[in-house]
């Protein structure tokens, strides 16, 4: 931290609170309704002090209201694309990573552990109800201190050493949340493309709680609804991550105008959105999203005919040639964007292997070493990538304030010759007739590398790999199976190898949790046990017990315990180390481009980004509330 109290209003050059130069322009699409008396007009259904996005200082023009964007997706579960591309977060990131309030006003973090939160003044729910501090005392007392809605108590990312906050309310527009000792994820978590919840639209939500509302209208309601008890009713309704319940109030750009099934979803634009730029035109600038569904083979063959306006699900870079000669017949542009990932395309060695002589090898670092000496990366980025990723061991990015060229080039050479001296020191030093390598009981070395079968070009490098592996004596078979039933056997230690995508957010800050780093998940297929020993509170799973884990769990609490930016750089650094020492995972190149496809009349849309689910929420953290149809300029 910069100082022991912090006000992180101050924090984001780039997304300092602009100065609002005119009145609020009320949207053309609201004017009937304004008229009528249906709707409030626009300067009473934004906050007293909304949130000014200065479009010059993101290199952006001012745009103009309406207009429709269509988006193609792949099935009915992908519209929780809206509320990630949303991002209406209490804090968010911007392009820079850097944290700024968002529908909060101002956020004061006092010593790391004591954070009040101040919300803007007359902010209203989509459906007109203030935004006030009861939404978050509802949450607090009447979901995670409800034993039924929440038998576990309050979520995991709010306990430091088994311990929660205290929470208060100060004012109507004001909470705080107070630990004994720092807790410098708690905001970092409110950013997440998928957030720590911490209040709902209580106005809405209270008639589906008995606290508030009768038994017999609740049954009435579950019988409505089709579902089993009242918390499975609230769960449903309240569901915010899966906008399917088109009364839910939201505080997104786009409120769901559609119930599912449908084969086309309708988002239409909030009438109280918090953002304005400069000009005082209320965001988000489109009127409507469509989510129109179509099957997953196709979207980029409809991408290329132009029957998406926005469009980045669906699409490879293989697909990259066919979209760019789309250019030359369609009005659409296509651009190259960065995947923020530690590797496109990672193998995972299961340390936690049942098999006791495999888990040996498998544990041992020299034999990790040794395949990842055996990839050759120049290859596999020349052969699919025509060279323009990045061969590089599972690390963070460039673009990463905590990048070190030597963690991307540790064992990350192609150097046969030197696999083969590590091979031979993790105790494979004897071969068949064939010159195969032998497992200390006499067993082959042969590896099944299990995927789920979701990209092809999982399969084409693998193929690559499979011969440079072959040539220093280790033989590879891959094997498809259901994702679910990969964890299971990963779980049960039936799995030698699988493959992923390594670091999921490649392009962290200091003030991010290094949770990836150290066994914290079951889903991390690399020591899946471990994970579940973190994830469950000890409750299940198994401790790590290879001594440099042991070392990322104990500097992963050091961390959680930091009260300095400084001090979690440090950590940070002595973690990243730890892991390119170790690899934990085999990387093979990372910074791959992947296309994004818009119409060429929409503005606003950077040519180049990092286009990731974590940390930038895919286009969320690069506003699309701030795209605009140039065709109505």
């Known amino acids: 931290m910069i100082s022991r109290r912090r006000t992180l209003a101050l924090m984001g050059a780039a997304f300092l609170p602009g100065t609002l130069r005119a009145a609020p322009q009320e949207p053309e699409v609201f004017a009937a309704d304004v008229a009528a008396g249906r709707l409030p007009p626009v300067n009473e259904r934004l906050p007293k002090v909304p949130r000014v996005i200065d479009m010059g200082s993101l290199g952006r023009t001012p745009g103009v209201q309406g207009g429709t964007v269509r988006t193609l997706i792949g099935g009915q579960r992908d519209i929780r694309i809206m509320p990630i591309n949303g991002y209406a977060r209490l804090v968010g990131y911007g392009p820079d990573l850097v944290l700024q309030p968002d529908i909060l006003e101002s956020c004061e973090v006092e010593e790391g552990r004591i954070f009040t939160f101040r919300l803007r003044e007359g902010h209203r729910w989509s459906d007109g109800n203030p935004l006030t501090s009861e939404d978050f005392r509802f949450v607090w007392e009447d979901v995670y201190h409800d034993e039924e809605l929440s038998p576990g108590g309050i979520p995991a990312e709010m306990l430091v050493a088994g311990d929660g906050p205290t929470f208060e309310v100060l ?79 939201t505080t997104e750009p786009w409120r769901p105008r559609t119930s599912p099934p449908a084969e ?54 293989n697909d990259y040639t066919l979209l760019k000669r789309a250019e030359r017949v369609q009005p659409v542009k296509v651009d190259l964007w960065k995947q923020p990932q530690g590797s496109k395309m990672a193998l995972l060695p299961n340390l936690n292997c049942a098999d006791p002589v495999w888990r040996a090898v498998l544990q041992d670092a020299n034999f990790r070493r040794g395949l990842s000496l055996a990839v050759d990366r120049e290859e596999i980025n020349k052969a699919l990538f025509f060279g323009l990723a990045r061969e590089s061991a599972d690390t963070v990015l460039p673009e990463s304030p905590l990048y070190r060229e030597e963690y991307a080039s540790a064992y990350a050479a192609f150097d046969p010759e030197k696999a083969n001296a590590l091979l031979d020191l993790a105790g494979l030093d004897k071969r068949d007739r ?30 690559l790999i499979h011969d440079t592996f072959f040539d220093v ?3 590879i078979y891959t094997r498809t199976s259901q994702r679910e039933l990969l964890r299971s ?46 994830m469950s509170a ?65 503005k606003n849309v950077p040519d180049e980004g990092l286009l990731g689910y974590d940390p930038t929420s895919y286009l969320g953290a690069y506003m699309p509330d701030t795209f605009w149809d140039g065709r109505r300029g």
């Open 171 to 249: 004012d109507e527009v004001t909470v705080r949340y107070a630990w004994a000792t720092p807790v410098p994820d708690f905001l970092p978590n409110l950013a997440k493309p998928s957030p720590l919840k911490l209040f709902l639209p209580s106005v809405y939500m209270k008639q589906f709680h008995p606290a508030y509302q009768t038994a017999e209208k609740l049954e009435e309601y579950i019988e409505q609804f089709r579902v089993d008890d009242w918390t499975s009713l609230f769960q449903k309704q309240s569901r915010q991550n899966r906008p399917e319940n088109p009364d839910l109030p």
């Open 264 to 317: 086309q979803f309708v988002f239409e634009r909030n009438p109280y959105f918090h953002r304005v730029d400069e000009a005082g035109t209320q965001l988000p600038y489109i009127d409507r999203v469509l989510l129109n569904i179509s099957s997953s083979e196709i979207i980029p063959a409809k991408a290329a005919t132009g029957e998406a306006d926005l469009q980045y699900m669906g699409l490879s870079f």
């Open 434 to 463: 064939f010159g195969m390598r032998k497992l200390p009981d006499g067993r082959p070395v042969q590896i099944v590398v299990e995927s789920a079968g979701e990209s092809t070009l999982e399969t084409d490098i693998l193929e």
């Open 473 to 475: 004596g280790v033989a």
């Open 489 to 534: 056997r990963a779980m049960g230690g039936g799995l030698l190898m699988s493959v992923g995508i390594g670091l999921d957010n490649a392009v962290p800050t200091a003030d991010m949790p290094p949770l990836e780093l150290a066994p914290t998940d079951d889903a991390q297929l690399q020591w899946p046990n471990w994970g579940m020993f973190f």
């Open 538 to 602: 000890e409750s299940s799973g198994v401790p790590p017990d290879l001594a440099p884990v042991v070392d990322l769990m104990q500097l992963l609490r050091q961390w959680r315990r930091s009260a300095s930016t400084d001090e979690r750089a440090e950590i940070w650094h002595r973690m990243l180390a730890i892991r390119a020492d170790q690899v934990f995972t085999i990387g093979t190149v990372n910074g791959a481009l992947a296309p994004l496809v818009r119409a060429d009349w929409l």
